[in-house]
């Protein structure tokens, strides 16, 4: 009898090791965007968590618009591939007029969602291969004044926190007083929650994470301090450092700055729940809106075949109304082009008459003045013959 060897154990409890090397194979995805005003650190903040330089160019302060400016990596650690995308806003609160950076940021991200959407809603999508530029995390960068949320920070996070996970960091924070930046912190705090902005805030219902989150959201907004260049040895280890004339702040030393808390909640802890909560809460409300604009209803009565009808019905009058539209420009148009050229007809018309006035006025003037010449040589003639037979009768009588 043939008898068959088994390979290894067999068993449902190897699914999360499937899981996992199905998701090592794939590769990671994580799309950061720094928003925050130019020259308050983002680009050193992003060399700091990845511990590498990127090709990152300055902006100037003189730009007429924001813009953002997006770069991809292929970075790897041990065999985990991450396509990191970073994007960071160019111009951001260099404007006068300052309204419309707000508008600007949260185009981009929509845009992000669109483009994943239109890929989901064709017939043949490939998800796999599609590189999701959706924004998993927004860092919102808040100048250290000391003061509170500016009224830019406070309307730009009002606009952006229904459609991305926001972090506040308080940038540059070695620029503030311990004691000022627990005030400065409690302020934010406070605007945050008067302007009713929602933040994210690490997940606290997992065993394994929910301490560490709940003391990293007690620390929220975190202060920071970036590094990209210098770098000591302290205690014999290279430590990424910022030196002044009085000192030296090192970056990932815990009562200088929040630094580790965020690389710890961003990269280590929290990256998936970023990504996930990305999928199911921003992208899903997104998707939402624009499916119900697009006529879909999420009902029990609903039928592909009535939505389908109804939107070519929305279509057609669409059509319609733009046919009208155009029917009505047309005709005005015509009418402005008929009365332009009655107008014209009317000035030639008078420029003619005015023309032939003056003219039949000189000619006038001519033969008064032909018919007083005639006249002339007339008399002249007269008077000539005169003294012609004057001087004949003259001569006769010698
Ligand atoms: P970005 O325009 O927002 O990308 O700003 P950069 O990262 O180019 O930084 C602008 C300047 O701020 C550089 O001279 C940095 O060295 C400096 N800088 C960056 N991070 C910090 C920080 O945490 N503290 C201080 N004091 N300066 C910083």
Not at 105 to 130: A, G, S
Not at 246 to 254: A, D, K, L, S
Not at 380 to 392: M, N, P, V
Request: charged share 35%; net charge positive.
């Amino acid at each position: 009898m043939r008898t068959l060897k088994l390979n290894g154990h067999v068993g449902f409890d190897t699914l999360p090791d499937q899981l996992v090397n199905r998701a090592i194979g794939q590769g990671f995805v994580f799309n950061i965007l720094c928003v925050g005003e130019t020259g308050i650190g983002k680009s050193t903040l992003m060399e700091t968590l990845f511990n590498r330089h990127f090709d990152f160019t300055k902006s100037p302060h003189d730009l007429s618009e924001v813009n953002l400016v997006s770069k991809t990596y292929d970075l790897a650690e041990a065999n985990v591939r991450l396509k990191l995308s970073i994007t960071e806003t160019a111009g951001f609160g260099d404007q006068i007029n300052k309204e419309a950076s707000a508008k600007v940021v949260l185009e981009y991200i929509e845009e992000q969602f669109e483009k994943y959407l239109q890929e989901e809603l064709k017939m043949y999508r490939t998800m796999d291969k599609f590189h999701d530029t959706r924004i998993h995390v927004c860092l919102y960068f808040i100048p250290p004044t000391g003061h509170g949320l500016k009224a830019l920070d406070a309307v730009t996070m009002k606009k952006l926190d229904s459609r991305v996970n926001i972090i506040p960091v308080i940038a540059k924070s070695d620029t503030i007083t311990k004691t000022e930046l627990q005030v400065f912190k409690a302020r934010l705090l406070q605007d945050i929650k008067a302007n009713d902005i929602k933040i994210y805030q690490f997940p606290e219902n997992d065993d394994n994470s929910a301490q560490a989150n709940k003391a990293c959201n007690a620390l929220l907004p975190f202060a920071i301090v970036g590094s990209s260049d210098e770098e000591i040895r302290v205690n014999g280890k290279p430590t990424r450092v910022r030196q002044y004339p009085w000192g030296t702040v090192q970056v990932e030393n815990e009562s200088h700055s929040d630094f580790c808390k965020l690389r710890e909640m961003l990269l280590r802890v929290n990256m998936e729940d970023l990504r996930e909560r990305t999928h199911t809460m921003n992208y899903e409300n997104y998707r939402k809106m624009r499916l119900t604009q697009m006529g879909f209803r999420d009902d029990e009565n609903f039928s592909l075949k009535e939505t389908y009808e109804r939107r070519r019905e929305l279509q057609k009058k669409e059509l319609q109304q733009i046919e009208e539209d155009m029917r009505l420009m047309f005709i005005t148009r015509v009418k402005e082009k008929e009365q332009a050229l009655k107008q014209a007809e009317k000035e030639l018309q008078d420029k003619y008459e005015k023309l032939k006035n003056k003219h039949m006025a000189s000619k006038r003037s001519l033969e008064e003045r032909r018919r007083i010449l005639e006249s002339d040589i007339e008399v002249f003639r007269k008077r000539q013959l005169t003294a012609e037979q004057g001087k004949a009768v003259k001569g006769k009588k010698k």
